[in-house]
C-alpha cells in the first residue's frame, strides 16, 4: 500500500496570509504513461463530505477558486492557499489513485490565527 | 443536479449486520466505478471499496475484506453496502463516492454506523 504522510498536523494563519501543506507518498504517483501524477487535494470542512478541490497534483476542480494551487511531482506535493479566507478554515486531505488501495494522508487542520 | 444519497445507517451490536445503500441521481450511473469511504469520529478518510460499472469487478480494503460486500443495481441507478460481522471500530460515517480515474469527484453527505452493544 501507498502511505500517505502529511505535514503538518495543524496549523495557524492569520487572514490574507499564506498558507502551505506538504504532502509525501512512499512511493511515486506519477505514471510513466502519460506523464501524470495520481495525486488530489480534498478540502472538509466540519459536518460535510470532503470536497475535491485538485486533480493531477495541480489540476483545480471547476469552480475553485485561483487561490487554491497544487504543485509537485513523484513523491513530494504541496497544496499552497496564496491568501488565506475565513471560508478556507477547515481540514485538506491529499490522496492518491496511483493503486489500490486508495490512501489518504492524515489530514492537516487549518485555522486562523 | 448530480449527486450521491446514503441511507441505511444505524446503531447495531458487535457482531450484527447493515446495509447501506446509495442512490444516484443526475449521470449516467452504469458509466461510473462508485466507491466506499468511511471516516471514524473526529478521524480521517479510509478507502473501503470499489465496484466497476459493469458491477462484475470489486476491491476491498483488508479492513472489510471477508465481512462486507458491495453490488449495485444499474437499472435502479443504486449501489450497496453489505457489512457483516460488524465490529467497533467499523464506527463512522459511510460516504459513496463517484470516481473520477480514482480520485472522487462526487460525494454523497455521508450515513452513520454505529457499532456498540
Known amino acids: 500500500d501507498i502511505v500517505m504522510t502529511q505535514s503538518p498536523d495543524s496549523l495557524a494563519v492569520s487572514l490574507g496570509e499564506r498558507a502551505t501543506i506538504n504532502c509525501r507518498s512512499s512511493?511515486?504517483?506519477?505514471?510513466?504513461?502519460?506523464?501524470?501524477?495520481?495525486l488530489t487535494w480534498y478540502q472538509q470542512k466540519p459536518g460535510q463530505p470532503p470536497k475535491p478541490l485538485i486533480y493531477w497534483a495541480s489540476t483545480r476542480e471547476s469552480g475553485v477558486p485561483d487561490r487554491f494551487s497544487g504543485s509537485g511531482s513523484g513523491t513530494d506535493f504541496t497544496l499552497t492557499i496564496s491568501s488565506l479566507q475565513a471560508e478556507d478554515v477547515a481540514v485538506y486531505y491529499c490522496q492518491q489513485y496511483y493503486s489500490l488501495p486508495r490512501t489518504f494522508g492524515q489530514g492537516t487542520k487549518v485555522e486562523l490565527k | 443536479q448530480v449527486q450521491l444519497v446514503e441511507s441505511g445507517g444505524g446503531l447495531v451490536k458487535p457482531g450484527g449486520s447493515l446495509r447501506l445503500s446509495c442512490a444516484a441521481s443526475g449521470f449516467t450511473f452504469s458509466d461510473y466505478y462508485i466507491n466506499w469511504i468511511r471516516q471514524a469520529p473526529g478521524k480521517g478518510l479510509e478507502w473501503i471499496s470499489v465496484i466497476n460499472p459493469s458491477g462484475t469487478n470489486t476491491n476491498y480494503a483488508d479492513s472489510v475484506r471477508g465481512r462486507f460486500t458491495i453490488s449495485r443495481d444499474n437499472a435502479r441507478n443504486s449501489m450497496f453496502l453489505q457489512m457483516n460481522s460488524l465490529r467497533a471500530d467499523d464506527t463512522g460515517v459511510y460516504y459513496c463516492g463517484r470516481e473520477y480515474w480514482g480520485a472522487f469527484d462526487i460525494w454523497g453527505q455521508g450515513t452513520m454506523v454505529t457499532v456498540s452493544s
Open positions: 512511493q511515486s504517483v506519477l505514471h510513466s504513461s502519460n506523464n501524470r501524477n495520481y
